[in-house]
């Protein structure tokens, strides 16, 4: 172990030893600020520009290890993770040297945590056989000493996370915090708290941090904000400080530094000046921010996906950065785009997330704005198209044709998306959105529920004969079924091609009627039970379902459900299948963008076996989809599938029926080979078809009235956005 600083420093974290007497569990009084008046700086702001880093992997001195926890010790970090026999591991990463060293005091038994006192000593946190806590603390030297903790004072004593400090250790519970002796007392209790809430021990400063996210817990003219509570060395708090951003993750920085994350920004954070300072682009740098070390020299460790990695600056290269426009971005795509940023140093992606302009009064003022910044021209590189229609901003010029990029790409063949993607997705001959993953939406239910020949004629007969709640269960609106409607009759009712719309056909005035039945808010108490549940137990006859990649479980257990034997019949439609897609996320090229090499470059990318696995739908890339398929076939071969459910009597348990690979595989493809329909509704459509229904839901229209009203008004529509 080469750290001297360590060596030198691991002296003074001892805790209770064995004989040493117990403490009441009776909890003390909430501690309060030693300042009733917080101090607010006169204006928050923010200078400098993140960089992004590189990542280089960090060698461990035995293969097979997961990291799953890293703290900053002195100049150094200590880490913890597990071995492939499941055994708990502990490490010493060398601040001088960069070298990692197992600390080998502790025994293999799991940890639930560990921590680093301020003089450099490890403690690790663990529940015993009694299922009660217990922290092991070691100087450096000798066996470390153990003391149990007694939390049945609290209601819920779960420990979320623990931090050492020079006379004790900060628990963080879910809705508390505590400081405890090393005789494991309760010496302070913070109160019951709402917002997230942390405690940081840099060298010179310990700091309860609060996150204040409950707006209604907030007195008369304050704001949500982050609370800084600096605390002295008896615990007790002291002066406060109150700034407005929502920073998410804090970590303890060099000297009394505080740094803080948001929104993808590394922050140095000044709480008493009101100042921040971008340090590094975690999102460009593929960096998860979760196990950030501050190293020294400029260098940052963390832990990705389980490897010891180290950071530095990667100013100098040449590195062009791609804007992508979103508004809460989906946890897959953010992975997927660190996976991209981590393997390509020409290119990186830097989501520029709208959701961060949402306010406590107006909490969609993120996609208003995001909205009028496309109007305006302030065009990214990529669209996130999920709250927008792909037809309408390629009508506008906004988007470029995938198609030609396909077709000069030597390594990438448009015949290899599935035709269920490329099919349902061309727009007037071109392809302007790209669906990495989609999940299949369709309907079925029992033989002898769906019939022989199903469609709008059989399901009004069902309709006559069964409440709606027998049907599709209570959840099912008046305006979802009006979006079902829209998206699987798509075809039938207009066209942002042709400009054409005819909404006077017998099977839409029928489903019309139908939605009048159904109820215009969903009222559940929580004893209704789930889809599948209900199926089982024969309550619900009909399941409208979306298929991710676990489609052949699904069909496994909806046989068990439905008399052994599910008939996917499609949702009912004059003349369409009834199946659909729905895309996992959806993105666009930019048709006036910079760098469109990079754009289709990351989109390839996700178009490849190793994004596949963070979208967690079907690939529409074939030879990816049929790798996919195949894996998740064989594994219900091997092992049946089973489910928990709960129907309005209480829970059920089931397993699926036997999966036969072959069959399994071709019902599959058969069942994609039917999507006629990306099942995503324009919204505008909807709200226009759910206006004008009002008049005829309330007794004041008769229903071909309203649908000649649909139609015109749905036809001034397309004229204005696709004409």
């Known amino acids: 172990m080469k750290n001297k600083r360590f060596t030198a420093a691991l002296l003074a974290l001892a805790l209770c030893l064995p004989g040493m007497g117990g403490c009441s569990s009776k909890a003390p009084a909430p501690a309060e600020a030693g300042d009733s008046a917080p101090v607010r700086p006169a204006a928050y702001t923010v200078g400098g520009e993140p960089v992004r880093c590189n990542g280089e992997s960090l060698p461990m001195p035995e293969a097979g290890i997961s990291l799953q926890r890293a703290v900053k010790a002195g100049d150094g970090a200590f880490l913890y993770g597990t071995d492939e026999q499941g055994n708990g591991r502990f490490f010493l990463l060398d601040g001088d040297s960069l070298e990692i060293a197992e600390i080998d005091v502790f025994g293999r038994e799991k940890a639930e945590d560990i921590a680093a006192s301020p003089d450099g000593g490890l403690a690790v946190l663990r529940i015993d056989e009694k299922g009660n806590y217990t922290i092991s603390a070691w100087t450096g030297e000798g066996t470390p000493a153990t003391t149990a903790l007694d939390l049945s004072a609290y209601d819920n004593g779960m420990i979320h996370r623990f931090h050492a400090a020079d006379k004790g250790f900060f628990l963080e519970l879910p809705l508390r915090v505590l400081a405890v002796d090393k005789n494991g007392g309760v010496l302070q209790d913070y109160g019951e708290f709402q917002g997230a809430q942390t405690v940081v021990v840099t060298d010179e400063k310990t700091l309860l941090i609060q996150n204040e996210t409950n707006a ?151 996609l208003t704005r995001l909205t009028g910044d496309i109007i305006s021209g302030k065009a990214p590189d990529i669209y996130d198209l999920r709250y927008f229609t792909p037809g309408n901003l390629a009508a506008k010029g906004l988007l470029e044709d995938l198609k030609p990029w396909f077709e000069t790409d030597g390594g990438s063949s448009y015949e290899e998306l599935l035709p269920c993607v490329r099919e349902n997705a061309e727009f007037n001959g071109g392809l302007y959105e790209l669906i990495p993953a989609f999940r ?39 305006r979802d079924f009006l979006s079902y409607v829209l998206c699987f009759m798509k075809d039938e009712l207009y066209s942002e091609e042709t400009l054409s719309c005819d909404f006077s056909s017998e099977a839409f005035l029928a489903l019309l009627r139908y939605a009048k039945e159904l109820p215009e808010d969903f009222q559940g108490d929580g004893n209704q039970g789930e889809t599948m549940g209900r199926a089982y137990a ?86 990816v989809y049929t790798k996919v398929l195949d894996k998740v076939t064989a594994k219900a071969v091997e092992n049946l599938p089973s489910a928990w459910g709960a129907s309005s009597g209480g829970p059920v348990n089931f397993t699926g029926t036997p999966v036969e690979a072959e069959a399994m595989r071709a019902q599959v493809n058969a069942m994609l080979e039917k999507a006629g329909c990306i099942t995503v509704c324009d919204s505008t459509v909807l709200d226009i078809v759910t206006d004008c229904a009002q008049a005829y839901f309330q007794g004041g229209k008769p229903v071909e009235e309203v649908a000649r009203e649909i139609q015109s008004k749905v036809g001034i529509y397309l004229s204005e956005q696709y004409g």
Not at 229 to 235: N, P, Q, V
Not at 449 to 474: H, I, K, M, N, Y
Not at 558 to 581: D, K, M
């Open 216 to 366: 209604a817990a907030l007195g008369p003219g304050q704001t949500p904000g982050t609370a800084v509570i600096e605390l002295g060395g008896d615990f007790a708090p002291g002066r406060s400080y109150h700034v407005e951003p929502l920073f998410t993750q804090f970590y303890a920085g060099a000297g009394d530094q505080l740094l803080a994350y948001m929104d993808h920004v590394l922050y140095q954070y000044d709480y008493a000046s009101g100042s921040s300072t971008a340090l590094i682009n975690v999102l460009t740098s593929s960096m998860e921010p979760s196990s950030l070390v501050p190293l020294r020299d400029g260098q940052y460790f963390s832990l990705n996906r389980g490897s010891p990695t180290l950071w530095r600056p990667a100013d100098g290269e040449e590195t062009a950065v791609l804007t992508l426009a979103t508004y809460k971005l989906s946890f897959a795509m953010e992975n997927a785009i660190q996976m991209f940023n981590a393997s390509h140093s020409s290119y990186v992606i830097e989501p520029i997330d709208y959701a961060q302009y949402d306010t406590y009064e107006t909490v969609d003022a993120g």
């Open 440 to 478: 299949l939406v369709t309907l079925c239910g029992d033989r002898s529920t769906v019939g022989e020949d199903w469609g709008v004629e059989r399901f009004l007969q069902l309709a006559q004969e069964q409440p709606p709640q027998a049907l599709f269960g209570p959840e099912m609106t008046r």
């Open 538 to 623: 024969g309550e619900q006859l009909l399941v409208l379902r979306d298929f991710r990649d676990s489609i052949v479980d699904e069909i496994s257990l909806l046989n068990s459900c439905f008399s052994g034997e599910a008939q996917f019949v499609g949702f009912p439609t004059g003349s369409g299948s009834g199946f659909g897609i729905a895309p996992c996320d959806w993105l666009g090229m930019s048709a006036s963008g910079l760098h469109k090499e990079g754009v289709w470059e990351f989109f390839r990318f996700l178009l490849s076996e190793d994004a596949a696995r963070w979208f967690m739908g079907l690939p529409s890339a074939g030879p």
